[in-house]
């Protein structure tokens, strides 16, 4: 029964290009692209309750690797600027994370707000490298001869990337560590007394969301096409933040749910862009007060599990 | 750099710094009385300007007619959010309630935008352009003017804190809130005392800082900068609110003079990240311990 609706859910997405139109191909490519970042912002707010308003941040600084190591060495395979994008991102996270140990609530939300104020300012300023405000054109990635150049081939690459980041996600929770984890985020003090090092796991949740979404990064840097510092600025950060209460603190499949109805509907309401905040910011005060649990609760009230 | 010029710079870092301070103010009253940040601060300071200047347009009052409007706008603004929407999540945690402030202040910036625009708008000022001479030193009258009205307002607020009763039961709650209602506190009542008290204090900083930086539907971002001035201070406290503020003021006016221009926009931010890492506790205060 499992499988077959993994299956067949599978084949549904792998069918999707050939049944929509290129723009739902693009706006699919951008939802996993948002579902990676979602589920890197949980593992970081859900799983060790560090909430972060600079996620958008880190997805800049993924974008920017990537576009500057495909422009710098042309025609090299995709895999490379996207482990770059992975790997300096992990780095910069890593340079967040350990200071912001001493850190908690409040305190964390706002210096991971100033973290996104400051990477915008700098991508403004080394123009030399990203071209500052006039924006940065991605080249088409290549595999081997193969030019990812239209949509429905940009969906095959982001696709694989982001079935692989949510496995991986979803087995985490299983392990040592994301039982670590949870740990944590359930009482840092108890946490520690039963031998968690506490420390060195919230760095490490700040390295692993760094990390999905450097990978989101790269990706979204070939998806679009063209990087400007303006579009990451804190509200795409607080649209990530929404993503994870909408779809559910902690749950992998919630993020996967969450960033596929708000992209949807951040994009429906692109004709409306003066009464989108509005309505945002109405979806993000409606699930607080009555669904705190997010649509991940509402699946698993709907399966008789005891919420 | 002449002296006359440096103390030029100062004193309207210290204006700027007194609006920091206000919004300081407003967020600590709240967060003693609630432990949450609310994150609409600045919006609702926004709101109430823009309320304040729409009267003022139709009525043409004078000046002071049109802070007592924004005064009580934003306090019944306050008090409706408050009773409609963060009293039905007082059980929730705080990371919830700062989810809901966040919302807030997505819908009321988008509210204000609606209803105004989002264009800048010219604010009638209290003080006049020209500039004094006090001995060598030049003077904007808008820069005293803001520090004046400013100090006075933390004064009538110190005397609010100390000498009344609604003064002390919201000091009773922010030190311990089971105590406080075990002695008859109305904690709920202190909680929309707040918020109200909170708002009126941003309605006044929104009123004398409009004219400064323009009316828009954007100065609501300044509740940022009262939060850098909150930690500098050492979260929770006032008079860390107000030295906070000042400081902040004065290093944001001072920093573009020794770096370099292009960093200019990110110094309170760097200011942040330094204070949260060197003294979390603020310049002033003491990190406190937590329990289990």
Known sequence: MRRAALAIGALALLGWPWAAPPYFVFLASLIVVNAIVAIGLNLLSGYTNQLSFGHAGFLAVGAYTAAIVATRWPGVPVVAPLLAAALVTALVGLALGIPCLRLEGL?????????????????????????????????????????????????????????????????????RTGRALLAIRESEIAAQASGVHVARYRALAFVVSALYTGVAGGLFAFVVGFLSPDAFDVFLSVDFVAMIIVGGLGSVPGSVVGAAVLTVLHDSLAGFQNYRPLIFGAILIASMLFMPGGIASAFRFLKGDRV | MTTAALIHVVVSGLATGSIYALMAISLVIIYNATRTLNFAQGEMLMISTFVGWAVYQRLKLPLLGVMLVAVVGAALLAWAIERAIIRHAISATHFDVLIITLGLSLMLRSAAGVAWTHDDFPFPSFFGDRPMAVGPVRLAPVSLGIIGASLALMAALWALFTRTRLGRAMRAVAQNQRAARLMGISVERVYSASWVLAAVVGAIAGVLIAPVIFLSSKMGIVVINGFIAAVLGGFGSMPGAVVGGMLLGVIENLAPLYLPSSIKHSVPFIVLIAILLLRPGGVVGRVARRKV
């Open chain 1, 107 to 175: 305190y964390l939300a706002m210096a991971t707000l100033a973290f996104g104020f400051v990477v915008v300012e700098a991508i403004l300023n080394l123009d030399w490298l990203t071209r500052g405000n006039d924006g940065l054109r991605v080249p088409v990635a290549h595999l081997g001869s193969w030019a990812l150049a239209g949509d429905r081939e940009r969906y095959y690459l982001v696709l694989p990337v982001g079935a692989a980041m949510v496995w991986a996600a979803l087995n985490l929770a299983r392990t």
